[in-house]
């Protein structure tokens, strides 16, 4: 064989080598983050859900890097007072609050929620908090008028729509019909409940079981599809 040829061979296959190291190293160390989203029922049900199962980096991993630096020690670690912190949230408020928002696939006002249990502190909605979303219509302008009217009637049936979904979906919990159940609810929760052969897990069904029913405004429709169960359920 061509000695030429052969050293070039020698050199691609080290150029190579060194680059698929690299490339590991930096899949060790790269830190583990959640998909980006827009949709903030999305950011928050996987926050709750490494909640949850006490994965405290992963659920803060869902915030923006500021929020992230604030919790976060030197290590990259979620320090014991912060993890209590967190675990205290109340999920189902967060979601009724206009400054817990999506900046660039993530959640940010997370950080400013953090109840201070010193004080026995905890989320509270203000009055702006609720009042925040309706806007003053000017009487005078049709245009506007009708597609308020026209805003609400669809809001109506859209709220319609997913007080059915939750109330077929309480009803096949209650009676166990759990592939009803799981068939609506949206794929990125449906995956969490189920075993590599598709069925529905046994820790699913007690945490289905123990759902606080109180919050049904935790949920919403995504797709036809019930998302936020998560944020009602009890840690497993």
């Known amino acids: ?3 030429a040829f052969l050293s070039k061979l020698l050199t691609f ?9 690299a490339s590991n190293q930096q899949s060790v160390t790269q830190p583990n983050m959640p998909a980006k989203s827009d949709d903030i029922l999305t950011l928050l049900t996987g926050f709750g859900e490494s909640l949850s199962k006490r994965d405290f980096v992963f659920a803060v991993n869902h915030l923006t890097p500021k929020e992230r630096e604030q919790i976060l020690d030197a290590r990259g670690q979620v320090p014991e007072a912060k993890r209590q912190q967190l675990a205290a949230l109340n999920l189902q408020r967060l979601i009724r609050l206009p400054s817990v928002r999506v900046e660039d696939g993530r959640l940010a006002g997370i950080y400013e929620m953090l ?4 004080q026995g502190e905890g989320v509270t909605l203000s009055a702006d908090d609720e009042s925040s979303q309706f806007s003053v219509l ?6 506007a008028m009708e597609n308020a009217a026209q805003a609400q009637a669809d809001a109506a049936q859209d709220k319609t729509e997913l007080n059915e979904t939750i109330n077929r979906f309480f009803a096949a919990v209650k009676s166990q019909n759990w592939n009803d159940a799981l068939a609506l ?5 449906r ?3 189920v075993d590599n052969r598709g069925q529905i897990s046994e820790d699913a069904k007690a945490r289905f079981s123990q759902m606080d029913k109180s919050h049904p405004g935790a949920l919403a429709l995504k797709d036809g599809k019930l998302l936020g169960i998560t944020l009602l359920l009890p840690s497993p």
């Open 1 to 3: 064989m061509n000695v």
């Open 13 to 21: 296959g080290m150029a190579g080598l060194l680059l698929a190291c």
């Open 115 to 118: 109840p201070n249990l010193n």
């Open 138 to 143: 000017d009487p005078l302008d049709p245009d």
């Open 185 to 189: 609810l949206n794929e990125n929760e």
């Open 191 to 193: 995956r969490l409940f």
